[in-house]
């Protein structure tokens, strides 16, 4: 079951990891990859096409009150958000690396679109204050295993930066 449909769970944010379709790992790949994030994380809902690779997955991570699902998408959607993607980006690229990441980013063929959600669980919410109970930790951990996994760039997209 998707998040979106889990009751207690909050959609915060969406991050891409993008990368070369070659670099698609199957859904037992991923699954391991985040199973070595350690017992912190639980995995669950993978789900894969008729190959093998990857389509989507579950991570929760309860002590953070945070969750992903994690979806793949290949191919003309992906090369279509490319040019929007490098134009918005392009803005906050400051340093050589970060225009070397651009150049590589606009090779991509492939997005793992990671949806982050919160479960505030028992905790009083401030309408005000939104983000007080929110710990991001365990959605870096799980980005930056993505992104090794694929061997991929993480990008912000509603801050139009990279990770």
């Known amino acids: 079951m998707s998040l979106f449909e889990k009751p207690g769970y909050q959609w915060r944010e969406t991050f891409f990891v993008l990368f070369q379709s070659e670099n698609r790992p199957t859904a037992n790949q991923m699954e391991e990859s985040m199973r070595e994030l350690g017992k912190r994380f639980l995995v669950s809902d993978?789900?894969?096409?008729?190959q093998g690779m990857i389509e989507s997955i579950t991570i929760e991570c309860p002590d953070d009150s945070a969750a992903m699902d994690v979806s793949c998408v290949v191919g003309e959607e992906v090369q279509e958000q490319i040019p929007n993607l490098l134009e918005e980006l392009h803005?906050?690229?400051?340093?050589?690396?970060?225009?070397?990441?651009?150049?590589?980013l606009n090779k991509s063929t492939a997005r793992l679109d990671v949806f982050h959600?919160?479960?505030?669980?028992?905790?009083?919410?401030?309408?005000?204050?939104?983000?007080?109970?929110?710990?991001?930790?365990?959605?870096?951990?799980?980005?930056?295993?993505?992104?090794?996994?694929?061997?991929?760039?993480?990008?912000?997209?509603?801050?139009?930066?990279?990770?």
């Open 46 to 50: 993978t789900h894969a096409d008729e």
């Open 117 to 163: 959600f919160e479960c505030p669980a028992d905790a009083f919410v401030d309408p005000d204050n939104e983000d007080e109970f929110m710990d991001p930790g365990g959605l870096f951990i799980v980005l930056d295993q993505l992104a090794d996994l694929c061997q991929g760039i993480v990008v912000d997209p509603q801050a139009g930066s990279l990770l």
């Open 91 to 104: 803005a906050n690229t400051e340093t050589e690396q970060e225009r070397k990441t651009l150049r590589r």
